[in-house]
C-alpha cells in the first residue's frame, strides 16, 4: 500500500512538473469523470513542457492518454535525447504523433518521416504534426519486408484500443487495402541516404520488416528504438542484426541500438562518431 502511494504521488509529481499544475488538475478531473459514469469531452487539447505546439489526445475508451503518458510523462524515449547529429528519423508506427512531436522538438535540425496505417491515427497525428510544416513527411500506410498491400485489423491484439492496430497479409484470394512499403523504399521517398534514428512500434509487423533482405538497408541507419511484442520478434530483430556491432540498452519497453555499425574484420579501426551534436533540451 505504502509503495504504491508512493507511485501515485510520484506521477502525480512528474506530471505537474511536465505539463502544469492546472493541466494535471483538469487531467485528475476527466478521470474521476470517466470512473464516475459522467461524459466528458472527447478530445483533449494538451501542450506538455517538452515540446512546442500543443497536442490533441482522444479521451473516453481511447488508448490515446496511455501514449502521453509513457512519452511526455515518463519519457520513455529520453534515453534517445543524447544521440547527435539526427537529421533523419523514421517513426514507423507513429500512431498519433507523439513520438514525432518528441523527436522534431528534441533534435531541432531533424526531419521526420511518420508512417501510420490507422485512418483513426492518422487523422490526430496530422493535426498534431502540421505545425511542423515541411519538417514532417506523413504516410498512410504500413511498412513490411517488401512493398505490397496489407490488410488493417483492429479490436485483435493486446488491450485492442487505437496504439494495438494491427497490418496482416489479405487472405488467399483477397485485396489488400493498406499500401505498404519496405524501409529501403522508405528511406528513398525521405531523400535521405542515412537514417539517423529508426523508431519501430508497429504491433508484431517487425517480424516482416526484420528478415533476411533487412540487411540491404540496416547499413544506412545509424540508431533504431524499437518495442519488441514478444520472444519471436526479439529473436528475428536481433538476428537481423548478427551482421553489425552496436551497443544495446532498455528504456522500460524499448530496446534501443546505437551507433549500428557492419562488423569490422579483426585488426580494422572502428567506424569513428566525432563531431555530434547532442539533443536541445
Not at 82 to 89: A, F, M, Q
Not at 202 to 208: G, K, T
Request: hydrophobic content about 40%; proline content about 2%; charged content about 25%.
Amino acid at each position: 500500500m505504502l509503495a504504491q502511494m508512493r507511485f501515485r504521488a510520484d506521477l502525480l509529481n512528474k506530471w505537474i512538473r511536465r505539463v502544469g499544475l492546472r493541466p494535471t488538475l483538469y487531467w485528475l478531473f476527466l478521470r474521476l469523470c470517466n470512473k464516475l459514469g459522467l461524459s466528458g469531452p472527447e478530445r483533449w487539447s494538451v501542450h506538455p513542457h517538452q515540446v512546442q505546439h500543443t497536442l490533441t489526445a482522444r479521451l473516453r475508451d481511447s488508448s490515446d492518454m496511455k501514449a502521453f503518458n509513457g512519452i511526455f510523462i515518463l519519457e520513455e524515449y529520453a534515453a534517445l535525447r543524447d544521440l547527435g547529429n539526427v537529421l533523419l528519423v523514421l517513426d514507423l508506427g507513429a500512431n498519433v504523433g507523439f513520438s514525432s512531436a518528441y523527436f522534431l522538438n528534441c533534435f531541432s535540425k531533424s526531419r521526420v518521416l511518420a508512417v501510420e496505417p490507422d485512418e483513426r491515427n492518422l487523422a490526430i497525428c496530422r493535426i498534431n504534426l502540421q505545425a511542423y510544416g515541411d519538417r514532417v513527411q506523413l504516410l498512410h500506410g504500413a511498412v513490411w519486408g517488401e512493398q505490397t498491400t496489407l490488410s488493417l485489423s483492429r479490436g485483435n491484439f493486446r488491450d485492442g484500443r487505437e496504439w494495438s492496430t494491427q497490418v496482416t497479409q489479405p487472405l488467399h484470394g483477397q485485396a489488400g487495402d493498406i499500401q505498404a512499403w519496405d524501409v529501403a523504399s522508405l528511406i528513398e521517398m525521405a531523400g535521405g541516404t542515412r537514417v539517423d534514428l529508426l523508431k519501430v512500434d508497429i504491433e508484431r509487423a517487425e517480424l516482416a520488416v526484420f528478415d533476411d533482405k533487412a540487411k540491404r538497408w540496416l547499413s544506412k541507419v545509424r540508431n533504431i528504438c524499437i518495442e519488441l511484442h514478444d520472444q519471436e520478434c526479439e529473436n528475428a530483430f536481433f538476428h537481423a542484426l548478427a551482421d553489425f556491432d552496436y551497443a544495446v540498452e532498455r528504456s522500460g519497453e524499448l530496446t534501443i541500438c546505437r551507433h549500428l555499425r557492419v562488423k569490422q574484420a579483426k585488426g580494422l579501426p572502428l567506424e569513428s562518431h566525432s563531431g555530434e551534436t547532442t539533443c536541445t533540451f
